[in-house]
């Protein structure tokens, strides 16, 4: 049985979340630097052949009227750049799941300013738990 991975797609890190084999629980993983193209797809290729990804939930995002930002166009850009990997791909609205995630691990009186890679592992899983939640057969 193999997992999704989320991915929060950030200029410089890349905060990733699995699922379980089950696809019930997403739970952060891990970040990976954003050093390009190349690096990413490596490393990508790594944890798809170690944790047996079957499908990727890329976060999308959108601007908190609907609209699609700077960002939002780097983030479908880079959707569309690992399509290379042959791994199906969803995009997932993550409004204010860095923000969620920054007041979760606050409330758990973890420091936030130099544990910027926790805030992207744990976005990652929220909007991933998302995606699991609104795709799990009832």
């Not at 926790?118 to 009832?138: C, H, N, P, S």
Request: proline share 4%; hydrophobic share 40%; charged share 25%.
């Amino acid at each position: 049985m193999g997992r999704i991975l989320g991915i929060d797609y950030g200029d410089s890190r890349i905060g990733l979340a699995l699922s379980d084999p089950l696809k019930i629980i997403a739970s952060p993983f891990r970040t990976i630097p954003n050093k390009g193209d190349d690096w990413v797809i490596r490393d990508l290729k790594a944890i798809i052949s170690e944790k047996e990804i079957e499908c990727f939930v890329v976060g999308l995002p959108i601007g908190l009227k609907g609209q699609d930002t700077h960002q939002t166009k780097k983030v479908r850009a880079f959707a569309h750049t690992i399509t290379i990997l042959n791994i199906p791909i969803h995009l997932q609205d993550e409004r204010l799941s860095s923000v969620s995630a920054e007041k979760s691990l606050i409330q758990q009186n973890i420091k936030t300013g130099h544990n910027k890679h926790m805030i992207d592992e744990r976005a990652a899983a929220i909007f991933l738990q998302q995606f699991l939640d609104l795709t799990r057969v009832k």
